[in-house]
């Protein structure tokens, strides 16, 4: 064997193993790029768990009794992106003195948002045609249910609501 082959196979290995290594980083690298939003993904309903929070709409007496008034809150579970899209929007009935309906603003139908008229105490929605009684309930159209309600406490004379997430119907029992 002449000695200037074996220093040519020495040469080789050394390049093979620091090649072999770069690929083994690179792997490394794309396995955690890839890694990070889909152990994101499988862990977001666990971070979810508890994802409610009582949030304060205002002062009972903002809300006059007998009428529908427009109202939102900051979502509590936002991220610094999120900018306006965090502001929740809800309409709040009063029914009498501690009676209550907070509504998503969102049509049950493909969830536009729903006007209040209160000329003729109806939520109409813009986008198919779909119609909401006062009380919340379905009048006509393609919605296949009523609003969405959400959970509310009167403490200290301050209407809370639970909100974080949009109510739907495996929220409800």
Excluded at 51 to 74: C, M, N
Excluded at 146 to 165: A, H, K, M, N, T
Aim: net charge positive; proline share 7%.
């Amino acid at each position: 064997m002449c000695p200037n082959h074996e220093r040519l196979s020495d040469h080789g290995s050394s390049r093979r193993g620091f090649l072999f290594k770069l690929g083994l980083a690179l792997n490394a690298l794309g396995a955690v790029l890839v890694g990070i939003p889909v152990v994101g993904y499988i862990l977001a309903p666990a971070r979810r768990l508890g994802g409610q929070s009582w949030i304060k709409l205002g002062g009972v007496d903002a809300f006059p009794v007998g009428q529908t008034r427009f109202a939102h809150y900051e979502n509590p579970f936002r991220v610094q992106w999120d900018g306006d899209s965090a502001k929740v929007a809800c309409w709040v009935r009063r029914i009498d003195g501690q009676r209550f309906q907070v509504f998503a603003v969102n049509c049950a139908h493909l969830g536009c948002p729903v006007r209040w008229f209160p000329q003729s105490k109806l939520f109409m929605c813009p986008c198919h045609g779909g119609v909401y009684y006062e009380d919340g309930s379905r009048a006509s159209g393609p919605p296949p249910r009523g609003l969405f309600e959400y959970e509310y406490e009167i403490r200290e004379g301050q209407l809370w609501v639970r909100g974080g997430q949009l109510p739907t119907l495996a929220g409800q029992v």
